[in-house]
């Protein structure tokens, strides 16, 4: 967003809010639609806020998709690519050591509603694969997969892949991602989890809005090539939404909003 256009505010922001799920619903079933072409998947589910039924407009999409051994390679490699997602990719940014054993695991950010959403794609192998107590169904083949008395994350714990690899820190995509984050937790109003996660690759302590923004200018916007602009213009478009709903809470609750544009 330029910088002569000042944030949106109020019914605007409400407006852009309630478009980003809209936009993130139609998403959903054009990648069910997908999916039901691709012999290889067994099934697939929805786990985190959107599988326990606690999503906002701010949240994330986990996605868990279970293949059979049919499955090329090239798709274990880069999930997102391989399986033909829909969407406007943004960026990508890989991190093996989140991926079940014999799977595969990308962040996917795509572009709906003018925002940027992450996707969270864990591909697992059908051998293994079992609906875990948070999750959500949203195709399956011939029966629905087996399920676990476990929720997610521990179901994880016990299938992790032996390969330890991290996302670089430093890459852009690395930033990108944990602005975005920053920013959800700030609008949420969730303080420990937003320090937490500016404190993660060295963000100054709880950085608002104005840092975050120096922060998309100083780390990611030198080091990017032509292809991350638009992500680099769809996160500061995230960040004007948040400095807008922060700032209206905040007057609302009787105190003046600490970054006002």
């Known amino acids: 967003m330029p910088a002569n256009v000042p944030p949106p505010r109020g019914r605007r922001a409400t407006a852009l809010l309630t478009a980003v799920v809209e936009a993130r619903k139609a998403w959903l079933a054009a990648t069910v639609d997908v999916l039901h072409q691709r012999k290889s998947v067994g099934s697939a589910w929805l786990v985190g806020s959107l599988g326990r039924g606690s999503a906002d407009p701010y949240s994330d999409v986990d996605l868990v998709v279970a293949v059979d051994d049919t499955t090329p390679q090239r798709v274990f490699d880069d999930p997102g690519a391989g399986l033909h997602l829909p969407g406007r990719v943004l960026f990508t940014r890989n991190k093996p050591r989140n991926a079940p054993a014999g799977g595969g695991y990308v962040t996917v950010c795509v572009e709906l509603a003018a925002l940027p959403v992450l996707i969270d794609l864990y591909l697992w192998p059908i051998t293994t694969a079992a609906l875990p107590t948070d999750g959500r169904l949203l195709l399956h083949r011939a029966s ?11 179901l994880m714990d016990r299938h992790r892949t032996p390969d330890s690899t991290g996302a670089d820190p430093n890459h852009p995509s690395s930033i990108l991602l944990l602005v975005q ?32 923004r120096q922060i998309l200018d100083e780390r990611v916007d030198q080091a990017a090539t032509e292809v991350l602009r638009p992500a680099i213009s769809a996160a500061h478009r995230l960040l004007d939404l948040v400095d807008s709903v922060t700032g209206d809470r905040l007057t609302r609750d009787g105190e003046p909003p600490t970054n006002a544009r």
Not at 144 to 152: E, H, I, N, S
């Open 144 to 154: 629905p997969p087996p399920r676990t008395g476990l929720a997610f994350m521990p």
């Open 181 to 212: 984050l920053a920013a959800k937790y700030l609008a949420r109003g969730d303080r420990p989890r937003h320090v937490a996660i500016t404190r993660h690759l060295a963000f100054p302590s709880g950085a608002e809005i104005v840092t975050l």
